[in-house]
């Protein structure tokens, strides 16, 4: 049974061959639905894309080494996926769990995700709101006005693999909200 609510959240990350939306692509996608206490309701793709030899010679120092290390390159080369396939896989996934424009996206500089999400996986983007959660953000402001909690932040494997990220992303995001957002839930009047 689908848990279908506008207050879930819809993690999202992926891999790409670098940072210019304009020529570089993505290599993975994970998905993942958590309620708006950040509990996981359900787990959803995670899926590698192909890409043929060329892109992945053009990537970067940086990705390549990433990439390589983390066996994701070996896994692309091997990978049947299209973009569109993925696209199509993620949407019905979302689709289960959010209704059509009223979910925000969210994960660790969310921003860059979205950016190729919109390029590559127009109809992906569309049914998600356009407002995203970005973990990055509570850690930059904690890095400039909390150092006691930035210090303590869970931290970081830097696996550089999607799925993983997002759990990551989602535990640095529970860690944040013990810290700052556990007070007695108040509602607010908007008159």
């Not at 959240?9 to 940072?19: A, F, K, P, Q, S």
């Not at 304009?22 to 309701?41: F, G, P």
């Not at 013990?178 to 008159?191: A, C, G, H, L, Y």
């Amino acid at each position: 049974m689908s848990e279908t609510s506008v207050q879930n959240l819809v993690w999202i990350d992926l891999e790409m061959t670098g940072l210019d939306v304009e020529k570089d692509r993505i290599l993975e996608i994970a998905c993942i639905v958590t309620d708006s206490k950040l509990n996981i309701i359900a787990k959803g793709p995670n899926i590698i894309i192909n890409e043929p030899d060329a892109v992945l010679a053009g990537m970067n120092s940086w990705c390549k080494d990433h990439h390589s290390k983390s066996g994701l390159i070996e896994a692309v080369k091997k990978s049947t996926y299209s973009v569109d396939q993925a696209e199509r896989d993620v949407l019905d996934f979302v689709k289960k769990y959010c209704p059509e424009r009223k979910c925000p996206m969210a994960g660790n500089s969310i921003y860059m995700d979205r950016l190729f999400i919109m390029k590559y996986m127009p109809t992906l983007n569309e049914y998600l709101h356009y407002r995203v959660i970005d973990v990055s953000t509570v850690k930059e402001l904690c890095k400039r006005w909390n150092q006691n909690v930035y210090n303590s932040s869970p931290p970081k494997k830097l696996a550089h693999r999607a799925l993983d990220d997002i759990e990551e992303s989602i535990n640095e995001m529970k860690y944040y909200k013990s810290m700052f957002f556990n007070s007695v839930e108040t509602k607010i009047d908007r008159d």
